[in-house]
């Protein structure tokens, strides 16, 4: 090989990867803005999942901690709604936790999570989640860990339901503190 075809190689491959680059931006600045509303939808589903009750859900923040404020029809406060993330064992497990005025889990949902399929992926079910709904900061302890817990681990995944029990709790604890 030349100097002339390896210069005129590179040349092709510098404007191939150029090229490359702009268009990936253009798909990229096209999509964003569908993308964003497709998760501003989805994170209003989860809302209205966790409180079915709400009529309206606002942002807000209040001493650095953000949450949606849920109102109901007559624009009362009826409950908040935080995004949390706790250390699993597959990675970080991020939540949403709804709770009431009377300082009771209202409803949890998992938005994202990296656990173990067909073990500590259970923690997104239906059976492991609802156990939350009713219970105080208390009650929220896994039972083989405190004799007054009332929360079951998933089989074979301790270390992921205790991320959530330990997660939900702190979240309590703070919004406690903060007051």
Known sequence: MSKKEIFIGIIVITFITG???????????????KIEEIKKIEGEKLNKEIFPEGEKFEEKEIKGIKYISVLNSNGEEIGKIFEIKTMGY???????????NDKKIKGLKIIEHNETPGLGAKITTANFLNQFIGKTKEEIYLKKDKTDGKIDAITGATISSRAVVDGVRKLLEKIENEK
């Not at 597959?90 to 009431?100: A, E, F, S």
């Open 19 to 33: 090229l490359s680059g702009y268009l990936l931006a253009q798909v990229y600045k096209t999509t964003k803005p």
């Open 90 to 100: 597959g990675g970080y497990i991020y939540l949403k936790v709804g709770i009431d």
